[in-house]
Structure formats: structure tokens, C-alpha cells
Antibody, heavy 115, light 107 residues
Framework: QVQLVQSGAEVKKTGASVKVSCKVS????????ISWVRQAPGQGLEWMGW????????HYAENFQDRVTMTTDTSTSTAYMELRSLRSDDTAFYYC????????WGQGTLVTVSS | DIQMTQSPSSLSASVGDRVTITCRAS??????LNWYQQNPGKAPKLLIY???SLQSGVPSRFSGSGSGTDFTLTISSLQPEDFATYFC?????????FGQGTKVEIK
């Protein structure tokens, strides 16, 4: 079955960077894109951007385009999301999702940012 | 960007109640509308895709309807495991956008 397994929780200092991984299985990685979505504690869902696993094309949300980089490694069927210049309000669960229009979600990675 | 407006933001209901949640898009999205259920500390789970198609394994008490700009999610008879937060999401275009969520609580 389709599985997206994300890397473990991270604790970062303000101003640092974080890189979250998302290893997929159960489908042909290059057939669909990967969206990244975050959810701050007690808040709603915020789409961060999308990457094509076929050719690496990206579309970043305006709120993140200066600070985020999304990449893929087709040899390992893994997607990555790096967020730079972390602030305290970046504390959130970060989810990868197979984007077939419909989203199929990873389990989430908690990123905690503190000074 | 397409804005998704979901209502209500929360509701209280009893086991066995019929519950309806609405989602409105800021422009027509045909039937490119999906519904998810999220329990605390868990990832969202797909319930309905294409506005009205039930995801495999999802109980038939869940149903979706609508097209264009107005959509509804209905739970025909609320069960204890249905107390959760529900989100709509448009897949018509990027950026993907979500409703703000509806928390269904026990009355």
C-alpha cells in the first residue's frame, strides 16, 4: 500500500535551518508530485508548495518562496523540504503528501523552534 | 488563489445525529473538492474525493455533494469515532488551499 514515512522530530534554534525527509513506497514515485503542508499547534492546514517527482519542477507558496527549497531523490524515492531562517512561529507539524490532486499524507514531523 | 470558506468552525452533536458541514470556494472548482478527517496528533485522512466519491474503507455514513462553489459533507448518523476535525481542500489548482476546519465535539 502507499506509504510516506517522514523523518523524526527536530528542535532548532531561531535562525537555523531544518531539512525534513519523506520516503515513499507503494507507488511509482515519479508519477505524482509531492506537496508539503504545515500545521501550527491548534491551527489549520497551510500549503507550502509542491514538487514534481518526475522533473523536479517546483511551485512554492508566496509565504515561503524566499525560505523553502523542495527537492527529490528518485534513486531512493525520497522527497525533501528545507526551511531556512527559522522563527518561533515556524513551530509546527510538517507533512508531506502524495499529490494526486487528492492528498495522501505522511505521518508528520514536529519541528520546534526556540531561542 | 482560491479561498475556501468552511462552516461552522465547530459544532456540538450527539451520537446518532445527522451532521452537515459546508465548504464554499471563491470561484468555481467544478468537483475538485476533497474532504479529510483529522484526529488530534494524527495526519489528515481522506474521506471524500471529487466532491462525492467515497474513499475505499470509509464508512458509508459519510457522503459528499456539490459542484461549482458550494459543497457539503454529511455524516448521516454520528458515531463516537467521528468526533474529530474535518477539512475541505480544493484540488482545482495550485496553490492547494484548505478550509479552516470544523471541529465536531460531543454534546
Amino acid at each position: 500500500q502507499v506509504q510516506l514515512v517522514q523523518s523524526g522530530a527536530e528542535v532548532k534554534k531561531t535562525g537555523a535551518s531544518v531539512k525534513v525527509s519523506c520516503k515513499v513506497s507503494g507507488y511509482t514515485f515519479s508519477n505524482d508530485g509531492i506537496s508539503w503542508v504545515r500545521q501550527a499547534p491548534g491551527q489549520g492546514l497551510e500549503w507550502m508548495g509542491w514538487i514534481s517527482a518526475y522533473n523536479g519542477n517546483t511551485h512554492y507558496a508566496e509565504n515561503f518562496q524566499d525560505r523553502v527549497t523542495m527537492t527529490t531523490d528518485t534513486s531512493t524515492s525520497t522527497a525533501y523540504m528545507e526551511l531556512r531562517s527559522l522563527r518561533s512561529d515556524d513551530t509546527a507539524f510538517y507533512y508531506c503528501a502524495r499529490d494526486h490532486g487528492v492528498l495522501y499524507w505522511g505521518q508528520g514531523t514536529l519541528v520546534t523552534v526556540s531561542s | 488563489d482560491i479561498q475556501m470558506t468552511q462552516s461552522p468552525s465547530s459544532l456540538s452533536a450527539s451520537v446518532g445525529d445527522r451532521v452537515t458541514i459546508t465548504c464554499r470556494a471563491s470561484q468555481s472548482i467544478s468537483t475538485y473538492l476533497n474532504w479529510y478527517q483529522q484526529n488530534p496528533g494524527k495526519a489528515p485522512k481522506l474521506l471524500i474525493y471529487g466532491a462525492s466519491s467515497l474513499q475505499s474503507g470509509v464508512p458509508s455514513r459519510f457522503s459528499g455533494s456539490g459542484s461549482g462553489t458550494d459543497f457539503t459533507l454529511t455524516i448521516s448518523s454520528l458515531q463516537p469515532e467521528d468526533f474529530a476535525t474535518y477539512f475541505c481542500q480544493q484540488s482545482y489548482s495550485t496553490p492547494r488551499t484548505f478550509g479552516q476546519g470544523t471541529k465536531v465535539e460531543i454534546k
